[in-house]
T-cell receptor, first 109, second 117 residues
Framework: GQNIDQPTEMTATEGAIVQINCTYQ??????LFWYQQHAGEAPTFLSY????GLEEKGRFSSFLSRSKGYSYLLLKELQMKDSASYLC??????????FGSGTRLQVQP | GAVVSQHPSWVICKSGTSVKIECRSL??????MFWYRQFPKQSLMLMAT?????????EQGVEKDKFLINHASLTLSTLTVTSAHPEDSSFYIC?????????????FGPGTRLLVL
């Protein structure tokens, strides 16, 4: 079966750094995605990791360890507009995305 | 990034009617598109994989006769909810796959909000 776990909610302060963790156990692995989703909107692509290590893209970084079934999304210099749900998704052997339940991040002033 | 559109963005219909939702990749060709459903405060659940020129592959528990998928061209996939009922009210989102294996990603359309009365 497929199992993707991430925290339900997190709170952080504007200007700070926050790390959102994701652990997964899936049948087949072809990469891990992070998406941002604001309420009532569709997800927007943030990052894709297929090899171990850190991928940095501006204020956002994503890390993957395939042997541990673990990834994290790091958000730096938090802004109020970063308040959203962050979805961890694994590209399985069938090349479809299986999503975690999402982490609702609340950025406070 | 790549653009995927959906139409309509929202629809309200009476119970028993059928609703068609279109998903288009606007600036690239997508041999594979995916249909997801999202209920309030829940994550996206894959419904089916739509393959151009062949039958869709449905996830377990998704009725293929109720959710008809047609992928007639490399830029268009349609989802028809037949005989819709209130429990079908949800946020339907499509995505299109782009890129080769190892460098691929999926871009999502803006979603279609369906309310069945």
């Amino acid at each position: 079966g497929q199992n993707i776990d991430q925290p339900t909610e997190m709170t952080a302060t504007e200007g700070a750094i926050v790390q959102i963790n994701c652990t997964y156990q899936t049948s087949g692995f072809n990469g891990l995605f992070w998406y941002q989703q604001h309420a009532g909107e569709a997800p927007t692509f943030l990052s894709y990791n297929v090899l171990d290590g850190l991928e940095e893209k501006g204020r956002f970084s994503s890390f993957l360890s395939r042997s541990k079934g673990y990834s994290y999304l790091l958000l730096k210099e938090l802004q109020m507009k970063d308040s959203a749900s962050y979805l961890c998704a694994v590209l399985t052997g069938r090349r479809a995305l299986t999503f975690g339940s999402g982490t609702r991040l609340q950025v406070q002033p | 990034g790549a653009v995927v559109s959906q139409h309509p963005s929202w629809v309200i219909c009476k119970s028993g009617t059928s609703v068609k939702i279109e998903c288009r990749s606007l600036d690239f060709q997508a041999t594979t598109m995916f249909w997801y459903r999202q209920f309030p405060k829940q994550s996206l659940m894959l419904m089916a994989t739509s393959n151009e020129g062949s039958k869709a592959t449905y996830e377990q528990g998704v009725e293929k006769d109720k959710f008809l998928i047609n992928h007639a061209s490399l830029t268009l996939s349609t989802l028809t909810v037949t005989s819709a009922h209130p429990e079908d009210s949800s946020f339907y989102i499509c995505s299109a796959r782009m890129g080769a294996s190892g460098q691929e990603t999926q871009y999502f359309g803006p979603g279609t909000r369906l309310l069945v009365l």
